[in-house]
């Protein structure tokens, strides 16, 4: 190899790197690298798991179709030791274990290499973990290695639910991060009590939040007003704006009347927490002048009636509707 050949390769690993540390930064629920040459990939995927600051790191450098023991493996090298458990039972002792890592401020680093060719029961799994949010976003980011079919399997309709997590790869023939070429919408990720309940896609200029079936997200709450908020400006500016709502509308825990959001920010709504992820990632400065939290530097006591039964119903019910 040409001495310009070489430092091709080292700009290229360079730049790849630079993509892997910068979603794991970002908590990010994939950071995807593709190459035909599986040497290349698996160089450029140990240097990060040698350098990812992280807690947790997981690594499978062989493929397997069996999710039992996928699992088993995972939480071996997470530092559990080998029981007796079903497949039911290890899937969701992987799923806590991420929840509470991440709320505690630890975070997991997961890589699969060449992983177009795992079965199609662990990809599935794999595609749920990535679901599972945490305070910075996802709880777990999934390095994804493999040639170009790793690509195709991301884009089939099985990742549909997914698809604005892993639009993102990074080609190592022409050194860039890529998505297709069909902008993706802003999505407003929901969850409850650290539980992910569904995802709304941001389709139109206006987006109405609120109790009532009229609104475009409906969400049956006690603790949200009939119409409790409006985003408004779409993924070129989005504006939220606060309806006079009963309990308020807090962005990043900050109350508001109005306010412009921003990759990543978290709005709070009555007892639910929804993430702005606006794949484009333009960035929207902070006007001054908002209004602030109460002088005891707390969110306001919610006033709501306790959640009975039948809203306890409609909230899980929330990520069917938010879906549909």
């Known amino acids: 190899m040409s001495q310009e050949s070489d430092a091709v390769m080292a700009s290229r690993r360079r730049s790849a790197l630079e993509y892997l540390h910068r979603s794991l930064d970002r908590a990010r629920a994939f950071a995807v690298l593709l190459s035909p040459n599986a040497e290349t990939l698996n160089g450029v995927a140990h240097e990060f798991l040698e350098r990812a600051r992280v807690e947790h790191r997981v690594r499978f450098s062989s493929a397997t179709t069996d999710l039992h023991g996928f699992l088993k493996t995972m939480l071996g090298q997470l530092g559990f030791e080998a029981f ?6 290890l899937r969701a002792l992987v799923t806590m274990f991420l929840r509470h890592e991440s709320a505690e401020g ?11 060719n795992f079965g199609p029961h662990v990809l599935e799994l794999v595609r749920d973990l990535a679901q599972v949010r945490g305070p910075r976003g996802s709880a777990a980011t999934f390095l994804l290695t ?62 109405l939040i609120g109790r009532h079936r009229d609104n ?41 009347t109005q306010r412009p959001l921003r990759h990543g920010d978290v709005v709070s709504i009555g007892d639910l927490r929804i993430e702005f992820i606006n794949p484009t990632h333009r960035r929207v400065e902070l006007p001054k002048g908002d209004a602030q939290l109460d002088e005891t530097g707390q969110l306001p006591t919610l006033r709501g009636i306790d959640m009975s039964d039948d809203d306890e119903a409609d909230v899980t ?4 509707q938010l879906a549909g």
Do not use: C
């Open 84 to 89: 007796a458990a079903s497949t039911d039972d």
């Open 106 to 116: 630890r975070y997991t680093l997961i890589a699969l290499e060449q992983a177009q």
């Open 146 to 207: 493999g040639t170009p079919a790793l690509g195709h399997v991301l884009d089939s309709p099985g990742w549909e639910v997914v698809a604005d997590l892993s639009r993102e790869r990074f080609d190592l023939e022409s050194a860039r991060a890529e998505a297709p070429s069909d902008d993706p919408a802003p999505v407003l990720f929901v969850s409850r009590d650290g539980k992910a309940l569904g995802h709304f896609r941001v389709l139109d200029e206006r987006v």
């Open 216 to 256: 475009d997200l409906t969400i049956n709450s006690a603790y949200v007003s009939r119409h409790h908020a409006m985003l408004v400006g779409g993924e070129t500016h989005p504006v939220l704006f606060d309806l006079k709502s009963t309990n308020g509308t807090y962005v990043n825990a900050e109350a508001i």
């Open 317 to 320: 019910r929330l990520s069917n």
